[in-house]
């Protein structure tokens, strides 16, 4: 009788031995789905970064990898300032800034002081037939940058912009789709910050995307020699405050402005066929003066390879247009001599 009655509770405790494992088991899975889910969640709250771009000394956080586009906004009736606006778009919502260097009076008067500056940006806003306008809302301050607040509306769209001013810059960060009481707004708005300049694109976390090469001309630039560019297309996303798209300026033939120019070396298939004469070498050069894009177009083609590389490695003295720092578009002549 003892024996059977043993035997009953060794089995009771077997069964809530198995029970105790798979309530632990079911336990340990939904911990891990919870995890993952919690996880999931952060790493999409933290899809934003910071950006640093080039030529520039100030960084902002992106809700998406930032990308830039090169503008045109007119600040008075004789002024229009090409600009580069890093801007992203997502969640119905269109973010930007644009970055302005200070100039002199006899430069750029609108650039030569903070209030003036603000005058130009209210200009910007009633410079074509599209309805839009800026409502002066609030006095700001961010980190000792102090600056405005205004309320944008474009077309249909309302949003938010800040316009600040620092001892070298000014800079306009708007936002497309939202009121600033949106919490991505605030963060986006909070999160600028002044300091050195950016000179490394690994960190400038902008997609400068594809930039293709056009033909030279004039070798001087002059102040409405930014030439606008093709960029024709149709979006439902929020509009861009500043939509006139200008393209890099012609440079000519740039030998004579090179910091230095590399001296491409004679390949040994070109000492065979005894090649010789010009190569013309077609590049992009950025507002550092950095070669970002280099195509050999004309010339014998053993020489080609060669020359292109050679423009790679060849640095150019920055180009402003109206004090703005600009990329340029020219031609770098090689004359080879057989050998």
Same mark, same amino acid.
């Given at each position: 009788?003892?024996?059977?009655?043993?035997?009953?509770?060794?089995?009771?405790?077997?069964? *809530?031995?198995?029970? %105790?494992?798979?309530?632990?088991?079911? *336990?340990?899975?939904?911990?891990?789905?919870? &995890?993952?889910?919690?996880?999931? !969640?952060?790493?999409?709250?933290?899809?934003?970064?910071?950006?640093? $771009?080039?030529?520039?000394?100030?960084?902002?956080?992106?809700?998406?990898?930032?990308?830039?586009?090169?503008?045109?906004?007119?600040?008075?009736?004789?002024?229009? /300032?090409?600009?580069?606006?890093?801007?992203?778009?997502?969640?119905?919502?269109? +973010?930007?800034?644009?970055?302005?260097?200070?100039? !002199?009076?006899?430069? &750029?008067?609108? %650039?030569?002081?903070?209030?003036?500056?603000?005058?130009?940006?209210?200009? !910007?806003? #009633?410079?074509?037939?599209?309805?839009?306008?800026?409502?002066?809302?609030?006095?700001?301050?961010?980190?000792?940058?102090?600056?405005?607040? +205004?309320?944008?509306?474009?077309?249909? +769209?309302?949003?938010?912009?800040?316009?600040?001013?620092?001892?070298?810059?000014?800079?306009?960060?708007?936002?497309?789709?939202?009121?600033?009481?949106?919490?991505?707004?605030?963060?986006?708005?909070?999160?600028?910050?002044?300091?050195?300049?950016?000179?490394?694109?690994?960190?400038?976390?902008?997609?400068?995307?594809?930039?293709?090469? /056009?033909?030279?001309?004039?070798?001087?630039?002059?102040?409405?020699?930014?030439?606008?560019?093709?960029?024709?297309?149709?979006?439902?996303?929020?509009?861009? $405050?500043? $939509?006139?798209?200008?393209?890099?300026?012609?440079?000519?033939?740039?030998?004579?402005?090179?910091?230095? *120019?590399?001296?491409?070396?004679?390949?040994?298939?070109?000492?065979? *066929?005894?090649?010789?004469?010009?190569?013309?070498?077609?590049? %992009?050069?950025?507002?550092?003066?950095?070669?970002?894009?280099?195509?050999?177009?004309?010339?014998?083609?053993?020489?080609?390879?060669?020359?292109?590389?050679?423009?790679? #490695?060849?640095?150019?003295?920055?180009?402003?247009?109206?004090?703005?720092?600009?990329?340029?578009?020219?031609?770098? /002549?090689?004359?080879?001599?057989?050998?």
């Amino acid at each position: 009788m003892n024996r059977a009655k043993y035997s009953t509770l060794e089995g009771r405790d077997e069964a *809530l031995n198995m029970v %105790l494992k798979l309530a632990n088991s079911i *336990l340990v899975i939904t911990i891990l789905l919870l &995890v993952g889910e919690t996880t999931a !969640s952060f790493a999409q709250k933290e899809s934003w970064q910071r950006i640093a $771009p080039i030529g520039y000394s100030f960084t902002i956080l992106m809700p998406e990898r930032a990308s830039v586009a090169h503008r045109r906004i007119t600040v008075s009736d004789q002024d229009s /300032i090409p600009v580069a606006v890093y801007q992203s778009v997502t969640g119905g919502k269109r +973010y930007a800034v644009v970055p302005l260097l200070k100039t !002199s009076p006899d430069t &750029v008067p609108a %650039l030569s002081s903070y209030e003036k500056f603000i005058a130009a940006m209210e200009r !910007s806003f #009633k410079s074509d037939e599209s309805p839009k306008s800026l409502t002066f809302e609030q006095d700001v301050s961010l980190e000792g940058v102090s600056g405005k607040q +205004y309320r944008v509306k474009l077309g249909e +769209y309302h949003g938010v912009a800040w316009f600040l001013g620092t001892r070298e810059a000014f800079y306009a960060l708007v936002v497309i789709g939202a009121e600033e009481s949106d919490k991505d707004v605030a963060r986006f708005l909070s999160s600028f910050q002044s300091g050195e300049l950016n000179t490394n694109y690994e960190l400038s976390g902008v997609n400068s995307g594809v930039v293709t090469l /056009i033909g030279s001309g004039s070798s001087t630039p002059k102040r409405s020699s930014a030439t606008p560019s093709p960029e024709t297309t149709v979006s439902t996303d929020p509009p861009e $405050p500043w $939509p006139q798209p200008v393209g890099p300026i012609m440079g000519g033939v740039l030998n004579g402005k090179a910091i230095h *120019l590399a001296v491409p070396e004679y390949p040994a298939a070109a000492r065979v *066929l005894h090649a010789s004469g010009a190569v013309q070498v077609q590049v %992009l050069i950025d507002e550092l003066g950095n070669v970002i894009r280099a195509e050999a177009l004309t010339g014998p083609s053993s020489l080609r390879e060669v020359a292109a590389a050679a423009a790679w #490695k060849s640095r150019f003295t920055p180009t402003r247009l109206m004090g703005q720092p600009v990329r340029v578009n020219g031609i770098i /002549i090689y004359n080879f001599v057989a050998r």
